[in-house]
């Protein structure tokens, strides 16, 4: 999912029951209808999104536990669509894996499809009152001081960490093979848990013995950057990022 400052996040959490916790359509509903509200017909369409006009507003996805379901979706109101555009990783073939593929479209942004809003932050009051409003099973809390502090101490222990942000995800294989230095090099890793279990290098003798090394480290870009230096191989930030 790609975020920034104009990219508006929304999130609905309750307990459904067995077997009907999965339901995109009950939980983008609400979102609909207050675009609705605004002169913006939006639908719902394959398998998770929100288009205008055959354009992409909103992507979503939902996490289940229990008997409890937490959906949560982005809103495009302002976001810089060409950062976007170049953030997204266009060629994914070098990998291999179980996690779902993301499905690609074209995005528009909302901002210019709306009036009467000063800003992002607005167009937020004002969808949050919409719901107030029209879903009689929502309310507004404040949280107390002390989960306040709870809350931030559970993301500074958990969800700020790497283990949580880049390690938690299904294993994959990667295979690439580039140029570097003139030398053909071939690449093979295999990764779980964000770690390297498995490492072949292929180019030159140094190269397979640095693959040797990889082995037990972090599938990280100053991690690999580290070790290459140790063993006295200097590559470019274009040469680290083939192996990615």
């Known amino acids: 999912m790609f975020h920034d400052n104009g990219n508006l996040n929304f999130t609905f959490i309750r307990q459904s029951e067995p077997g009907k916790q999965v339901d995109f359509r009950m939980y983008t509903g609400p979102v609909i209808d ?51 555009r170049n953030t997204l990783r266009k060629d994914t073939s070098c990998y291999t894996s179980r996690a779902v593929v993301s499905n690609p479209s074209s995005v528009t ?43 931030e101490l559970l993301a500074d222990s958990k969800y700020k960490s790497w283990d949580w942000n880049w390690a938690y995800g299904p294993e994959y294989q990667f295979i690439k093979q580039f140029e570097s230095g003139g030398k053909q090099i071939f690449c093979r890793l295999f990764v779980k848990d964000g770690i390297i279990l498995e490492c072949v290098l292929e180019g030159s003798s140094d190269l397979v013995n640095v693959g040797k090394k990889l082995i037990g480290c ?24 083939n192996f990615f």
């Open 34 to 84: 207050f675009l609705s509200s605004l002169g913006v017909e939006a639908k719902f369409e394959g398998k998770n999104d929100l288009k205008v006009n055959g354009l992409k507003i909103s992507g979503n996805a939902e996490h289940v536990h229990r008997n409890r379901v937490l959906h949560h979706g982005t809103l495009l109101y302002d976001t810089s669509l060409d950062m976007l």
């Open 109 to 151: 942004n909302l901002k210019d499809k709306v009036t009467g809003f000063k800003d992002i932050y607005s167009f937020r009051s004002e969808m949050k009152n919409y719901f107030l409003e029209n879903l009689p099973e929502m309310a507004t809390y404040k949280l107390s001081a002390q989960e306040t502090e709870e809350a």
């Open 218 to 241: 972090r599938h990280m870009v100053e991690d690999l950057r580290a070790v290459f230096i140790y063993e006295n191989i200097y590559l470019s930030d274009i040469d680290i990022f």
